[in-house]
Structure formats: C-alpha cells, structure tokens
C-alpha cells in the first residue's frame, strides 16, 4: 500500500491564474496518475506520469494546460495554467505499487471564479 | 461505443439486509474489474479485484461476481452497516499499463 498527500487541499483561484498542485507519496513509486472528478461524474484520467519519461496525456488535456513534474520516485506536481470556471473540479493523483490496484490522494477542491 | 454503466440513483438499504451493486460495461474486453470506495472529500479506496477468468471473489462481508458474456460485475455488502454509507466505483482495467476506466458510482445509503 501507499499513503499519499496532496497540497493544497482545496483553493478558489481567479480566472487567468495557474495554481500547482503537489502529491507526495510515503514510499517510491514508478507509476502515477492524475484525475479529474466533476461532482457525481466519473474519474478521468489527465495524464500518466512515470519518473524518469516524460508525462503522457488523454485525449482532451494538453501539456500547456496542464503540466506536469516528476522529479523523483515519491513527488509530482500536476499545473492547472490559465484557469477557467470549467477548470473547477476535484484534482487527485494516484499510484500504482507495483500491482493492479491503485491507492489515491485525498484530492485538491479547486474552484475558478 | 464504450461506456461503463452504474446506477446513477442512490441506493437505500435497510441495516442488516444485503446490498447488491451492479457494473455493466459495453465494447470493453477487461482483464480485470475492481472496486473502490469513496467516502465525500476523500480520495477512492481500493476494496476488491476480480480477473476475467474468476467468476467470484470475497472478501470478508464483501463479495464480487464477474460474468464477462454479460458484461457484467455485481457487489455484495452482507449484513450491511450504517458505516458502509458510501459511494461505489467500479473501475475496469484493460491491459497491463495499469491504466483504469472508471463508472460515475453508485450511492449507497445503509439506514439504521
């Protein structure tokens, strides 16, 4: 298993501006991934982010929109640029441990106004 | 094309009695089906795996079937609690990349 943190917790943020969003895990993972969950909706997957390659995103996100670091075995960060009122969701990142399952960050609330 | 599909009302059980969730699924060949527990603000929690070639797997009051003509996974709570109030997602897993495609959840309210 695997426990994880996300900062911040939760952020309004004015339009225009970019707001980064760090998960630190206790252990050294090689897979992590980020999400997106609307209320009620289902997760969706931003982008895949193994260290040492370069991030690798879903059809619909984009690098410029949201960028993404993976310095080391137990940190990313995921960039929400340019926000938008579309862009409020809930943010999570998870990980892989070697195996299926996939253990997950408590989320970051962002709300654009 | 796909779509995985899981009740999107809620789902009020009396305690004690079994709740019984369903995950359909269409134009997916998973290898593997698992479902997670989300409670509000809180990040999903894994609870059971099943693989495309196991029909059933249990886990304390915890059980899961998977009919893979059907394309379909249903999820028991036995003797079902207050305490286990919460959203369900399933989540198919296609291939080896440990990537997920995940159903919207399901509700389920335990009323004492």
């Known amino acids: 298993s695997a426990v994880i943190s996300q900062k911040p917790s939760r952020d309004i943020c004015q339009r225009g501006t970019s707001l980064t969003i760090q998960c630190q895990v206790d252990?050294?993972?090689?897979?992590m991934f980020w999400y997106r969950q609307q209320p009620g909706q289902s997760l969706t997957l931003i982008a895949t982010a193994n260290q040492g390659s370069e991030a690798t995103y879903e059809s619909g996100f984009v690098i410029d929109k949201f960028p993404i670091s993976r310095p080391n075995l137990t940190f990313s960060t995921l960039t929400v640029s340019n926000m938008s009122p579309e862009d409020s969701s809930i943010y999570l990142c998870?990980?892989?441990?070697?195996?299926?399952?996939?253990?997950f960050g408590p989320g970051t609330r962002l709300l654009v106004l | 094309s796909q779509k995985i599909e899981q009740n999107s009302e809620a789902l009020n059980i009396q305690e004690g009695k079994t709740a019984t969730l369903t995950c359909n699924y269409t134009n997916y060949s998973p290898a593997y089906l698992q479902w997670y527990r989300q409670d509000p603000g809180r990040g999903p929690v894994f609870l059971l795996l099943?693989?495309?070639n196991e029909k059933e797997k249990r886990k304390e009051r915890l059980k899961v079937t998977f009919d893979t003509t059907l394309k379909q996974s249903l999820f028991h709570i036995t003797a079902s609690q207050p305490a286990d109030s919460a959203t369900y997602l399933c989540?198919?897993?296609?291939?080896?990349?440990?990537?997920?495609?995940w159903g919207a959840g399901t509700k389920l309210i335990i009323k004492p």
């Open positions: 099943i693989r495309e």
């Open positions: 989540a198919l897993g296609l291939d080896s990349n440990y990537q997920l495609i």
């Open positions: 252990s050294q993972v090689t897979m």
């Open positions: 998870s990980v892989a441990t070697g195996g299926e399952t996939q253990y």
